[in-house]
């Protein structure tokens, strides 16, 4: 494991007493199970970790996008109940879940028959959960194409080939500001998929587990909930939107610190221009530091002039175009606190002064989903 130490530019360090803390005050919000969604690293947080503190920590479920990253989890030795949602045609990672007894998402007769000849391949019945189309105009199974769907099913179930172990769906506004608009699109999606569910039960295919609702539902959206929520953003401390509600609102932490070091300073001269194409002038004598990672480091190049860092307990401003290896910071009313060598506080829970990555994602127009995801590999993660 990473140890951070003078020396190092910079590291992210992932609390799993967070995590852990968020996931229990959603699944106790939702008051039913909740499955963690692993996908994407854990969203930035590192899975290696991440998954196998939540089995300790007697998590059923975990959720996954992508086949390989299914298959990496069994590699790694994790047996329990994990689903995974999303495959392209032909990818031959999809057969190879089938064979490790890994829960695969339908959307499509194409990706139902796949999995079917997978399953006869393996001597084994393939469990699924049935993807329907409630709104989003994404993924998954419209209610025009349902019946046809439904009609393979059954056939499928009668060799012993496919067992129908959920039926879910994904919220389109579920998040959004506005609680009218969010409320009506949450009760309209639900309106399909109960019909669709009624569409299962006639032909007596009643599915173990439901499940609609994520982190947004989970929170404010009692009727999205069924027998299972999937829980993603909101375990690792962050808003699904930070314009309705902020972590702190919500009762969630933020598990990821990035800290990065302070790699030189200097004085520039009022009128000096910063960075290319001196997007930020200095307006006084100003002291700039260098914080040596960038957008190669998942660090926004958007952002740019819109952000700030916490050094010493302070916000010094981002100032100047962030380049690939590199961001500048005002660094002048920071006074004896700021050194080279000294820690920057990227974004975090604000414990040392910083902003959130939901902020961060607000100031630039996008959100703190993409600030933790997008975080390159040679910022190396610290668990705590």
Known sequence: MFNPHAGDRAWAQVSGEAILGNYDTLRATSGVDAMAVVKADAYGHGADVVAPLLRSHGVTWLGVALPSEAMALRAAGDTGK???????????????????????????????????????????????????DTGLSRNGVSPTDLGALISELTTLIGEG???????????????????????????????????????????????????????????????????????GIGM?????????????????????????????????SAGAGVSYSHTWIAKRETQVGLVPVGYADGIPRNASNRVGVAIGGKIAPQVGTIAM????????????????????????????????????????????????????ARIPRVHL
């Open 161 to 231: 080939t496919i067992c129908v172990r959920g039926v879910w769906s994904h919220l389109a506004s579920a998040d959004d500001p506005d609680l009218v608009l969010s409320s009506k699109s949450v009760s309209a999606q639900r309106s399909v998929f109960v019909a669709a569910l009624d569409d299962f039960a006639a032909v007596g295919i009643e599915p173990e587990f439901v499940h609609l609702a994520n982190t947004a539902g989970a929170l404010w959206h009692p009727d999205s909930r069924f027998n299972l929520v999937r829980v």
């Open 325 to 376: 290896d590199q961001f500048v910071v005002d660094c002048t009313d920071l006074g004896a606190e700021v050194s080279a060598g000294a820690e920057v506080y990227v974004f975090g829970p604000g414990a040392h002064g910083e902003w959130t990555a939901d902020q961060w994602g607000l100031a630039y127009g996008s959100l703190g989903y993409e600030i933790v995801t997008r975080l390159g």
């Open 82 to 132: 994990l689903l995974c949602w999303l495959s392209t045609p032909g990818d031959p990672t999809l057969s190879e879940c089938v064979g490790a007894d890994v829960d695969l998402s339908v959307s499509s007769l194409r990706e139902l028959l796949e999995i079917a000849t997978a399953a006869r391949d393996a001597n084994t019945c393939a469990n699924i959960h049935v993807k329907i």
């Open 236 to 268: 690792y401390g962050l808003s699904p939107n930070a314009e309705r509600a902020g972590s702190e609102q919500l009762g969630l932490i933020p598990a990821m610190t990035v800290v990065a070091r302070i790699s030189s300073l200097k004085k520039v």
